[in-house]
């Protein structure tokens, strides 16, 4: 599974919060809830959140294995 905890920590490293995506940046509650869930979000948003961050993907993303081993 995809998990975006990286997400959090990168917006705090860059001084970039929730309200700062909404208000300047028009990313939509609806993208940023799902984000908060680990829930699908398009690449369209990916793509918007690491330009905005001036980051890669590895660092708002990370696939976790959910199978025991």
Same mark, same amino acid.
């Given at each position: 599974? %995809?998990?975006?905890?990286? *997400?959090?920590q990168?917006? /705090?490293?860059?001084? !970039?919060?929730? =309200?700062? &995506?909404?208000?300047?940046?028009? %990313?939509?509650?609806?993208? *940023?809830?799902?984000?908060? /869930?680990?829930?699908? !979000?398009?690449? =369209?948003? &990916?793509?918007?959140l690491?330009? %905005?961050?001036?980051?890669? *993907? ?12």
């Amino acid at each position: 599974m %995809i998990v975006f905890d990286r *997400l959090w920590q990168t917006m /705090k490293q860059r001084g !970039v919060s929730q =309200y700062k &995506l909404i208000k300047e940046y028009k %990313i939509s509650t609806g993208q *940023l809830d799902r984000l908060r /869930k680990n829930e699908n !979000v398009n690449t =369209y948003t &990916l793509n918007q959140l690491c330009s %905005i961050l001036q980051c890669s *993907l590895n660092d708002i993303a990370e696939y976790v294995s959910d199978c025991a081993e």
